[in-house]
């Protein structure tokens, strides 16, 4: 895994259900070692389904392999979503990789039964 100077990783959630962005939604940043996963941090997103801060940027930035978790089931239940026990989705995981000194976007399009991710800029 190499340092990356003037990387960064964002993420953006859009709640496809309700055409809002997915406001407290919590999802953690996983490094991944082989089969290993190495929490990097937890956060929420706020108002406009962000994170108030890049996932990773400057010396943070590392180039590798990597997961989010979104917390999909929890987020859809504090909002109201009817869901089945248990949940279609729960924990949504997206790994990807990280192989340029670039910003990274990795956005979710989620709904109780579906979700989208994709590369973003």
């Given at each position: 895994?190499?340092?990356?100077?003037?990387?960064?990783?964002?993420?953006?959630?859009l709640?496809?259900?309700?055409?809002?962005?997915?406001?407290g939604?919590?999802?953690?940043?996983?490094?991944l070692d082989?089969e290993?996963?190495?929490?990097?941090?937890?956060?929420n997103?706020?108002?406009?389904?962000?994170?108030?801060?890049?996932?990773?940027?400057?010396?943070?930035?590392?180039?590798?392999?990597?997961?989010?978790?979104?917390?999909?089931?929890?987020?859809?239940r504090?909002?109201?979503a009817?869901?089945?026990?248990?949940?279609f989705?729960d924990?949504?995981?997206?790994?990807?990789?990280?192989?340029?000194?670039?910003?990274?976007?990795?956005?979710?399009?989620?709904s109780?039964?579906?979700?989208s991710?994709?590369?973003?800029?």
């Amino acid at each position: 895994m190499s340092t990356a100077q003037g990387g960064r990783l964002t993420t953006h959630v859009l709640d496809t259900a309700t055409g809002r962005p997915a406001d407290g939604l919590r999802l953690s940043l996983y490094r991944l070692d082989g089969e290993t996963r190495i929490l990097i941090k937890t956060v929420n997103t706020n108002i406009d389904g962000r994170c108030d801060a890049p996932l990773m940027e400057g010396d943070s930035f590392r180039l590798g392999e990597f997961e989010i978790v979104f917390e999909a089931g929890d987020y859809m239940r504090t909002h109201g979503a009817s869901l089945t026990d248990p949940a279609f989705l729960d924990k949504v995981p997206v790994r990807f990789g990280i192989a340029e000194h670039k910003h990274y976007h990795v956005p979710l399009l989620l709904s109780p039964y579906g979700y989208s991710t994709y590369r973003g800029s």
